[in-house]
């Protein structure tokens, strides 16, 4: 069973450079989510969808883009680097916005900014 | 101030031993507690349910004390593969109102 697949595992940009991290989920989850997690501070939400075509911001958005044009995929896009945004991001997905089912993580992507 | 306050540690404590951590929220519209566990450069993974009566799984208890928003997560008989982050998460009514801890780090020796 894949789950919730993240690529890349491993990234090194310049400031200024823009990338998409990809995240993919094979469980037909309509909720999915990007966090990110920096030493001493829990995750934190970037963006979530709630269906395809549906996103919203979380409580970290600024600098990062997100589209889900299909159910499976939810990519996150850096605009424009910055070293501010060195951390481990990790997508997420759930059957269920409200209930209490178990969001399901990605195992992350380690991304550094020079 | 955070939303949900965790002791970071390290503990370090022999396999064998009960170990106890404290988590606080201070969000008092919260309905769903959680205790995740996360390995060493791993994604977080969902360890219990935390329930308003107090539950336990195995060598692990959970409390909730609604009234001084406190979460807990005791470990009896500590094993070489309980060592991990423990991430205390709340959540009100939809996921994305989910707010994690920053983690309480344990390390069992032998």
């Known amino acids: 069973n894949a789950g919730v697949t993240q690529t890349p595992k491993f990234q090194v940009l310049k400031t200024g450079q823009s990338m998409t991290l990809q995240c993919a989920q094979d469980?037909?989850?309509?909720?999915m989510s990007w966090y990110r997690q920096d030493p001493g501070m829990g995750l934190r939400l970037i963006h979530y969808?709630?269906?395809?075509?549906?996103?919203d911001q979380g409580e970290v958005p600024n600098g990062y883009n997100v589209s889900r044009s299909t159910t499976e995929d939810f990519p996150l896009r850096l605009l424009s680097a910055a070293p501010s945004q060195t951390s481990v991001y990790f997508c997420?997905?759930?059957?269920?916005?409200?209930?209490?089912?178990?969001?399901?993580f990605g195992d992350g992507t380690r991304l550094s900014i020079l | 101030r955070k939303e949900v306050e965790q002791d970071p540690g390290p503990f370090n404590v022999p396999e064998g031993a009960t170990v106890a951590f404290n988590c606080t929220y201070s969000?008092?519209?919260?309905?769903?507690f959680f205790w995740y566990r996360q390995d060493c450069r791993k994604e977080p993974k969902l360890l219990m349910s935390?329930?308003?009566s107090g539950n336990e799984d195995g060598r692990f208890t959970a409390q909730l004390n609604r009234a001084s928003q406190y979460i807990s997560l005791l470990i009896r008989d500590s094993k070489l593969s309980d060592s991990a982050t423990y991430l205390c998460?709340?959540?009100?009514?939809?996921?994305?109102?989910?707010?994690f801890g920053a983690g309480t780090r344990l390390t069992v020796k032998p």
């Open positions: 998460v709340v959540k009100s009514l939809r996921l994305e109102d989910m707010r």
């Open positions: 469980m037909n989850h309509e909720y």
């Open positions: 997420a997905s759930s059957s269920d916005r409200v209930s209490n089912q178990p969001q399901h």
């Open positions: 969000n008092s519209a919260s309905q769903s």
């Open positions: 969808s709630v269906g395809a075509g549906i996103t």
């Open positions: 935390v329930y308003s």
